[in-house]
């Protein structure tokens, strides 16, 4: 699969209603899901898009294929750090990480390796921390997310 190839990945739109206050409009696309708990997914934001404010169940290896990233670590409601990852930076976190993130002006593609052997990869928050809801392996398998998750 190459994965520059729109027409070869296959791709599931997750936008954000009225209910949130930022711009959510984001693309994911598992490539690989292994019954071990092993999985890895394309994720690609348009332009000056965010995604859902989340938490990390698991640790999360990333790499910045394409455009800009920012990442703002959160505690408590306040930010921590502002990272900006470019093309080829890789980065690992641990689980428990809380943070926002978006693409620069051109939009991003980045690459997440995680192990979820219990199946929970991400919590997805309102502004105050609370759980929305927890988005699972199966939750991205089978595409019922973007339902979900709006």
């Known amino acids: 699969m190459d994965i520059f190839n729109s027409g070869q990945v296959d791709w599931k739109h997750l936008l954000g209603d009225s209910t949130y206050d930022y711009p959510i409009n984001y693309w994911y696309a598992i490539l690989s899901s292994r019954k071990d708990g092993h999985i890895d997914m394309l994720f690609r934001w348009e332009p000056n898009a965010y995604c859902h404010f989340h938490r990390h169940l698991v640790d999360t290896t990333t790499t910045v294929l394409q ?14 750090e502002h990272k900006i990852r470019l093309a080829g930076d890789y980065a690992h976190a641990p689980a428990g990480d809380l943070h926002m993130e978006y693409a620069g002006p051109d939009g991003s593609l980045l690459l997440f390796n995680m192990y979820a052997p219990e199946g929970r990869l991400f919590e997805i928050l309102d502004r105050e921390e609370n759980i929305l809801m927890t988005a699972t392996v199966s939750d991205f398998l089978s595409g019922d997310l973007a339902a979900e998750a709006a």
Request: net charge negative; proline share 0%.
């Open 67 to 80: 455009g800009e990233h920012h990442v703002i670590e959160m505690d408590k409601g306040v930010e921590i």
